[in-house]
């Protein structure tokens, strides 16, 4: 009889603090998982830049040029 | 490794909607999909009044991407968050998901129909051939395979949009502040770039004195 005491009593705690688990409610996005179309690179052989770097360092320029500090001095 | 990211300097934003009109023309966006908005915040309180420019962000941990059903999101080597039309079914979770509010969604039919998503591509097109076609129609031109920014942000008159590698542009902002000494909060730079396990969630726009 106690077993069973025990065993409900344990069940109904049980039944009880199921609800005050904090479950993490963020979902962050899993790498790798895309279904898309793979998509070429900006650069390569046929392209205007044929090598990262050279798309790099253009991609730069053009944006140093939004400094207008340096651009004047 | 280039990080490619969008600041807008709310300190400079005029409000002259230059941006949007820039990306409308550049990608022949339809009417009701604006990939790019214009926002005022404390709209005529005399020295309250900001407004900033917001588009998608190119988030690091993108929301988006995170909730949509059919995985039609991706990330390329820059950071530069695209999608596919082909597999997105217009579901709108991703509006929902997203800080900005920056997937937009075409009418496509009667009642309502929503089409598929459309948002900005950082000026990068998409997964179709750069510069084809296909790639025009469906997401607009490709100016990033070109060696060009977003036009939003090279057409910007003031150069409160700014875009590019990240690095480059925290050097710009940063001799803004120290020339000018005060606005250094970014709006929404937190949301979108801040890592992950911060809880910068909300955006920088406490910083903008409120009315009384």
């Known amino acids: 009889m106690k077993k069973l005491l025990i065993s409900l009593v344990s069940l109904a705690a049980l039944a009880t603090f199921a609800g005050c688990g904090e479950q993490p409610q963020t979902i962050t996005a899993k790498p790798g998982t895309s279904a898309a179309k793979p998509d070429d690179l900006p650069y390569g052989e046929g392209k205007l830049y044929a090598d990262r770097n050279a798309w790099q360092l253009q991609l730069r320029a053009r944006a140093d040029t939004q400094n207008e500090y340096k651009r004047f001095n | ?212």
């Open chain 2, 1 to 212: 490794m280039a990080r490619m990211k969008f600041i807008c300097d709310a300190e400079r934003c005029i409000e002259c909607n230059g941006c949007v009109t820039a990306c409308k023309n550049e990608h022949d966006v339809p009417w009701g999909v604006n990939r790019r908005r214009v926002v005022t915040l404390n709209d005529g309180i005399v020295g309250a009044e900001r407004s900033i420019s917001v588009a998608c962000m190119h988030c690091s941990d993108a929301p988006c991407q995170a909730v949509c059903p059919v995985n039609c999101f991706y990330k390329t080597e820059d950071g530069v968050v695209l999608h596919d039309k082909d597999l997105c079914i217009g579901c709108g979770y991703c509006f929902y998901a997203c800080p900005f509010g920056a997937p937009q969604f075409p009418q496509a039919g009667a009642f309502g129909l929503r089409g598929k998503m459309d948002k900005c591509t950082f000026c990068a097109g998409g997964p179709e051939k750069d510069g084809s076609k296909a790639e025009i129609e469906k997401y607009g031109r490709n100016r990033l395979s070109e060696g060009k920014l977003p036009a939003c942000a090279e057409m910007c008159s003031t150069k409160a949009l700014l875009a590019g590698d990240g690095d480059v542009l925290s050097d710009i902002y940063r001799e803004r502040v120290m020339r000018r000494g005060r606005g250094g909060d970014l709006w929404g730079h937190a949301t979108a770039y801040g890592r992950p396990d911060t809880k910068a969630t909300a955006p920088a726009v406490q910083s903008i004195p409120q009315k009384s």
